[in-house]
């Protein structure tokens, strides 16, 4: 796998003017989505970028390699007692999501922090109700956040109203709490307008190729790119079948290539069924069932390929998404350790 630096940093720059007034952040965690944060973290630091979030705590030593770091926020929040020291300890800013964390937060003598607010989507957060306990008004918050549900559907979707609700919802809470920076919009978000984006907009997917909403696809550049060996041909005759189970069976002579690819690169099975290389433009149909490193290609199309030579797999997200009903987040998060090595 290469990661397209030049795309990864126009991804910035063109998501940060989509935000309008506001500043873009970066989301950076699962490794960058899978992309690599040694790869990607420079690229967006040197853009521009200036504030990053990760999920876990297990996160914050590769970040802490490349940007200082107050710019680090961790989302999921100081759980554990353990997770204020390590929080004090780095300097890294926690992302409060409960009472609970936030009285953890302050006992320890904890500083500046986040505070998440669950405005409709129900997974991490304190409700508006609770934004007046007592345990809040003790916070100093830097960030007050909230995430969109379903900033992805456009008017005809079944949950698009739902994105006018929470930026209702918050900008209530925008009253509650003293902070100095508001943030709403993720990647899609960022396409619903200059309204959603207040004062941070935190995209992810789409700073990494992926297109959240069809309307923002002009803008956004594919960033991976992966490539894999012809590791062994062969000749098939009327009959051979292919791979376990033999789901696919010859109906004449033909050459094929086993590739070194498979699930457990990331490249699952869901992706054999219709699925390609390409080789200079030249379309190699998949045959048979992906296994965990190796898939087999079609290769009369390119009859002077052999061994050692290698072949490109399609991995522009909105495409690759369409083509195998797999998600274009789960196609970059699972991407296998051995492309990024």
């Known amino acids: 796998m290469r990661v397209d630096t030049s795309a990864l940093a126009a991804n910035w720059r063109a998501l940060d003017e989509l935000s309008g007034p506001a500043r873009a952040g970066a989301a950076i965690k699962a490794d960058c989505y899978g992309l690599g944060v040694d790869a990607c973290l420079p690229v967006l630091r040197d853009a521009g970028a200036d504030r990053f979030f990760v999920a876990h705590w297990s996160e914050v030593s590769g970040a802490l390699m490349h940007v200082p770091a107050d710019q680090i926020a961790v989302l999921h929040g100081p759980v ?26 302050t006992m320890a003598g904890g500083g500046a922090c986040h505070l998440m ?4 989507i129900n997974r991490l957060g304190v409700s508006p109700q609770e934004l007046g306990d007592p345990t ?3 916070l100093s918050v830097n960030i007050l956040l909230s995430h969109l549900a379903s900033a992805d559907e456009d008017e005809k979707g079944t949950n698009f109203a739902m994105n006018a609700r929470q930026l209702a919802a918050f900008k209530e809470c925008l009253t509650m709490v003293p902070h100095v920076t508001a943030s709403l919009a993720n990647s899609a978000g960022i396409g619903l307008g200059h309204d959603y984006a207040m004062d941070l907009t935190r995209p992810g997917i789409a700073l990494y190729g992926g297109v959240p909403r069809d309307d923002m696809g002009a803008h956004l550049q594919q960033v991976g790119h992966i490539d894999a060996a012809i590791i062994q041909t062969r000749m098939l005759s009327a009959g051979d079948a292919v791979g376990y189970n033999g789901e696919f069976v010859a109906e004449k002579p033909m050459r094929v290539g086993t590739v070194s690819l498979g699930y457990a690169d990331g490249f699952l099975r869901s992706r054999g069924p219709g699925g390609v290389v390409m080789r200079d433009g030249v379309t190699l149909p998949l045959l048979g069932k992906v296994s965990m490193d190796m898939v087999v290609a079609d290769l009369s199309n390119a009859p002077n390929l052999g061994e050692g030579d290698w072949v490109n797999v399609p991995f522009d997200l909105p495409h690759v998404a369409q083509q195998s009903s797999v998600s274009q987040y789960e196609l970059l998060t699972m991407i296998g350790r051995r492309l990024r090595g």
Do not use: M
């Open 117 to 120: 607010v669950d405005t409709g």
């Open 136 to 138: 809040i008004a003790d």
């Open 80 to 105: 554990r007692d353990d997770d204020v020291a390590f929080a004090l300890a780095t300097g890294v800013v926690p992302v409060i999501n409960s009472l609970d964390q936030a009285r953890r937060w």
